[in-house]
């Protein structure tokens, strides 16, 4: 991401930092804010460590990284594994799950808690 | 969560309750955890209950105003690693449930075989898959899932780049293999990776 970002300083940075938000969905932001975030400080002093590692990684990510930025050739993976993850948090809980939260509060009016845990 | 420190003193009843909250918010996200490291739904819930229960009664050693998820996740995390020496797991994954998951990708052009990439992912060494899950699909930092996984920002960085390499060129070409997991050979290879996994790292991290 970092890598994409620099190829492309002369853009305005609040503009890409807005586009690293709207192509990024609440979960993604973080990611995007963290590699601003290293830019910003590259400007200052330099985090060569920082930089030398994204960029040992984004070299092999390119392919993938570069059109996630435009957005257009997404690498259709990427966003199935959010959409996965996503799936899942937003499905409607078990009973089961339910059951065992109710089960903590009775555990605990008995005084103890669930001894199950543990090792 | 290996050792077991004496517990600090009990948390009151509005402390509890917080904690309860918490907790039951980050359920969905435990669940999703666990279904992307473990594949098969019904053994991802069962040890998102383990995570649940061993949290639960680890609750003294939340430090109140951290990350509930970073926490649970680790606790998740070293369950899974024991449950699968413990061959319990074989990160089978549900066919039918990953098609149904993944087939429908709003305005995209390509619809992608998301139960390719499911199967995938499921072929990705342990550490590297879940550095992947944490970080491109959890949505956690470098820092955080560092943390999670008890070693360096800069290894997290470099597993989340080979398995984005490995998921790349398996996708490109469709070259994926068949059901590794099920695989005899595979399966035992991935049960070593994880022994080194678990044998340092993750661990260390733990604040469980």
């Not at chain 2, 305005?107 to 060494?125: F, V």
């Given at each position: 991401?970092?890598?994409?970002?620099?190829?492309?300083?002369?853009?305005?940075?609040?503009?890409?930092?807005?586009?690293?938000f709207?192509?990024?969905?609440?979960?993604?932001?973080?990611?995007?804010?963290?590699?601003?975030?290293?830019?910003?400080?590259?400007?200052?002093?330099?985090?060569?460590?920082?930089?030398?590692?994204?960029?040992?990684?984004?070299?092999?990510?390119?392919?993938?990284?570069?059109?996630?930025k435009?957005g257009?050739?997404?690498?259709?993976?990427?966003?199935?594994?959010?959409?996965?993850?996503?799936?899942?948090?937003?499905?409607?809980?078990?009973?089961?799950?339910?059951?065992?939260?109710?089960?903590?509060?009775?555990?605990?009016?008995?005084?103890?808690?669930?001894?199950?845990?543990?090792? | 969560?290996?050792?077991?420190?004496?517990?600090?003193?009990?948390?009151?009843?509005?402390?509890?309750?917080?904690?309860k909250?918490?907790?039951?918010?980050?359920?969905p996200?435990?669940?999703?955890?666990?279904?992307?490291?473990?594949?098969?739904?019904?053994?991802a819930?069962?040890?998102?209950?383990?995570?649940?229960?061993k949290?639960?009664?680890?609750q003294d050693?939340?430090?109140?105003?951290?990350?509930?998820?970073?926490?649970?996740?680790?606790?998740?995390?070293?369950?899974?690693?024991?449950?699968?020496?413990?061959?319990?797991?074989?990160?089978?994954?549900?066919?039918?449930?990953?098609?149904?998951?993944?087939?429908?990708?709003?305005?995209?052009?390509?619809?992608?075989?998301?139960?390719?990439?499911h199967?995938?992912?499921?072929?990705?060494?342990?550490?590297?898959?879940?550095?992947?899950?944490?970080?491109?699909?959890?949505?956690?930092?470098?820092?955080?899932?560092?943390?999670?996984c008890?070693?360096?920002?800069?290894?997290?960085?470099?597993?989340?780049?080979?398995?984005?390499?490995?998921?790349?060129?398996?996708?490109?070409d469709?070259?994926?293999?068949?059901?590794?997991?099920?695989?005899?050979g595979?399966?035992?290879?991935?049960?070593?990776?994880?022994?080194?996994?678990?044998?340092?790292?993750?661990?260390?991290?733990?604040?469980?």
């Amino acid at each position: 991401m970092c890598t994409e970002q620099k190829s492309a300083s002369f853009v305005p940075k609040a503009t890409r930092y807005l586009e690293g938000f709207s192509r990024f969905d609440a979960r993604g932001t973080t990611e995007a804010a963290t590699c601003d975030g290293s830019e910003a400080t590259k400007m200052a002093s330099t985090t060569d460590e920082d930089s030398g590692k994204e960029k040992g990684s984004t070299l092999r990510a390119q392919k993938e990284v570069a059109p996630e930025k435009e957005g257009a050739k997404n690498p259709a993976w990427a966003n199935g594994l959010k959409q996965l993850y996503d799936s899942v948090v937003d499905e409607p809980l078990p009973d089961s799950f339910n059951d065992l939260l109710a089960k903590f509060d009775e555990d605990d009016d008995d005084g103890d808690t669930p001894k199950k845990g543990g090792a | 969560m290996t050792k077991k420190k004496k517990a600090p003193p009990k948390r009151n009843a509005a402390e509890k309750a917080d904690f309860k909250r918490e907790l039951t918010e980050v359920v969905p996200h435990l669940r999703a955890f666990a279904r992307g490291l473990c594949g098969r739904p019904d053994m991802a819930d069962d040890l998102v209950q383990e995570t649940m229960l061993k949290a639960w009664a680890a609750q003294d050693r939340f430090e109140p105003g951290t990350s509930m998820r970073a926490w649970t996740f680790v606790i998740l995390r070293n369950a899974y690693l024991t449950d699968m020496r413990r061959n319990r797991f074989r990160g089978e994954y549900d066919e039918g449930v990953a098609e149904r998951i993944l087939t429908a990708p709003a305005g995209q052009e390509e619809p992608i075989h998301l139960s390719d990439m499911h199967r995938a992912l499921l072929t990705l060494p342990p550490e590297r898959r879940e550095a992947l899950l944490l970080v491109g699909a959890g949505g956690f930092s470098y820092e955080e899932a560092a943390e999670i996984c008890g070693c360096a920002i800069g290894t997290i960085k470099s597993r989340v780049g080979r398995a984005r390499a490995a998921l790349n060129s398996m996708l490109a070409d469709g070259d994926i293999p068949q059901r590794s997991i099920e695989d005899e050979g595979a399966h035992r290879a991935i049960l070593e990776e994880l022994d080194d996994v678990a044998a340092g790292k993750g661990i260390a991290a733990a604040k469980s």
